[in-house]
């Protein structure tokens, strides 16, 4: 008996000691390490857990990430700390400051001054030195300015309609056609890529896409992973793809000087023309590091909301059919010389950005924009201290029920009449770093939709369905889906 109690007694002591070092010892690491440093500061900072040393908040983040509801991550922080808006924690390897409420989201993405960006480490090594998120604000805004102008406005891409088209209505056909349901993200995001090299690589896009496409692939896998350059972690295979790619596009560059100087144009083109101040052309480094940056960000999320937005359309058949009745009206008030799509018709697909908005919010595929404050700033009487991230929830504002009511719902009609306040519709961010693909994006959605609503319908969704809200890591499971043709 004696014995016994010696063996129970000891078995308690190393419990309770265990739970000693836990949670008195190791889960005070990182409280220690940022939160106390700051000294009297510390009592600005807003509620909040800064986690577990090195992991900090992120299993439970990727937790609910990869789960039916993902949204019970902020939720649950504002369950625990009241809508305050503003919660320290630690996640992507920083101390951070999550922002999800309107007014302080756009603060944020609108303050240059105070904020810089602040992605992850792997995603600035993997987009490049001349890459958007790496060169400093007033090449930023020249290059911009330089570079978007035939991505930006409906007329500019009205150039592109015929082709989206041609891409699009081969794809679905093909799918069609298939006996195995299809990995749904996997196929739409061949039909973005298509586009978005077509527009940058002209007429060398052909022969290129199929190598660049898997390169891709292995280099959104490694954008927000830990920056471990270690065969077997993503961020290896990513570093490798990068620089596999940096050949093939060198290669597009010389070809096109050497061969193709009057082939179909693309925006590869206008960068080999660009001169600064004192006629300087760009050089064929910097040329890349652009093309890497808009061939990845001009296809990625655009697939995603392809995606989503046939899923929920297939759930909501009420929905479904109100957005194919507005469809087969403008086929029917095509005149007959009109062969496909033009401008005017995608104009008057009302009902249909309704669906997309909708999409765009209730998906949120871009879940956070990531900034780092360039000094100590107040915000609503919290502190965002110097050197910290600021993670601009945009998903927060999007699902925030004192926002947009029932935000769980898929509700297109929400947004008749309805003009969001500043920093509510976040999808494409704001200030100057806003999505410039954005009504590129929009255009393919529409024109995907168009053709999808009037000539197919999806079977056999695997119902638990393995879709993972994260764009990027790149979903580990896909969505599996039957594309059926309507007789
Ligand atoms: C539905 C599809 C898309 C979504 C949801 C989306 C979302 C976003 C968001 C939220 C940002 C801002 C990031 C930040 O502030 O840190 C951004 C930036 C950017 N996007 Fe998109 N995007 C989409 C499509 C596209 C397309 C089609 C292109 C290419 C033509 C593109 C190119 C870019 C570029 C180059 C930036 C960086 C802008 C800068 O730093 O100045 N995006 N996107």
Redesign the pocket.
């Known amino acids: 008996m004696g014995l016994y109690l010696n063996k129970l007694a000891l078995i308690l002591a190393v419990l309770l000691g265990t739970y000693v070092f836990v949670f008195g010892f190791l889960k005070k690491i990182n409280e220690w390490r940022y939160v106390s440093s700051l000294g009297e500061k510390k009592h600005s900072l807003p509620p909040g857990d800064m986690g577990w040393p090195i992991i900090g908040n992120m299993w439970s983040f990727l937790k609910v990430f990869r789960s039916n509801d993902p949204d019970t991550f902020i939720y649950n922080l504002v369950k625990r700390y009241g809508r305050t808006g503003m919660y320290k924690t630690y996640m992507f390897g920083s101390p951070s400051i999550i922002v999800s409420i309107p007014e302080t989201c756009r603060k944020v ?1 609108a303050d240059d001054e105070q904020f810089g ?1 602040g ?1 992850p480490l792997s995603t600035k090594q993997l987009t490049g030195k001349k890459s ?2 790496s060169i400093p604000n007033s090449e ?1 805004k020249r290059l ?1 300015r330089l570079t ?1 102008a035939p ?1 930006n406005g409906h007329e500019a891409l009205s150039m592109y309609i015929g082709y989206i088209e041609e891409i699009v209505v081969n794809s679905l056909d093909e799918w069609s056609s298939m006996k195995e349901p299809i990995e749904l993200l996997n196929e739409i995001r061949q039909f ?1 890529f298509k586009v ?1 090299t077509h ?1 940058f690589l002209g007429s060398t896009a052909e022969s290129v896409m199929g190598s660049v496409e898997k390169r891709y692939a292995d280099l959104t896998y490694g954008m927000k992973s830990a920056a471990i350059n270690i065969p077997g972690f993503a961020f290896y295979k990513a570093l490798k793809a990068r620089k596999m790619l940096v050949k093939i596009l060198q290669g597009v560059l010389d070809e096109r000087r050497v061969n193709d100087p009057n082939g179909k144009k693309g925006m590869i083109d206008l960068l080999m023309e660009i001169e600064d101040e004192n006629g300087q052309k760009l050089p064929d480094e910097d040329i890349i590091d652009l093309l890497l ?2 061939l990845l ?3 990625e ?2 697939a ?2 392809a995606m989503w937005a046939i899923l929920y359309l297939h759930n909501n058949p009420e929905i479904l059919k109100k957005a194919k009745e507005e469809q087969e009206e403008i086929l029917k008030n095509r005149q007959s010389t009109e062969k496909g799509l033009t401008l005017k018709d995608i104009r008057e697909m009302y009902y249909l950005q309704k669906v997309i908005d909708e999409t ?1 919010r209730r998906a949120s ?2 879940f956070c ?3 780092e404050a360039k000094v100590d700033v107040n915000i609503n009487g919290y502190l965002i201290p110097k050197g910290w991230k600021v993670l ?1 929830w ?1 998903r927060g504002v999007h699902m925030d029920p004192q926002v947009y009511s029932n935000p769980k719902e898929f509700l297109p009609q929400r947004w008749e009449n309805h003009q969001p306040r500043a920093g509510s519709f ?13 009504d ?3 255009l ?2 529409s024109i995907f939709l168009h053709y999808f609503l009037l000539n197919y319908k999806l079977e056999q969704i695997n119902p638990e369905g393995p879709i993972v809200y994260l764009p990027l890591p790149r979903p580990v499971d896909n969505c599996l889906a039957k594309v059926m043709k309507i007789e």
Do not use: W
Not at 427 to 434: K, L
């Open positions: 993405l960006l992605y958007f998120h930023h911009r978007t991505i973005t978005i527009i940056m808009f960000a001009g296809h999320s655009s995603h909301v765009l595929v871009s924009n990531f900034r601009v945009n976040l999808p494409f961010g704001a200030g100057s770093r806003i999505c410039p693909g954005a590129l994006a929009k393919e959605i």
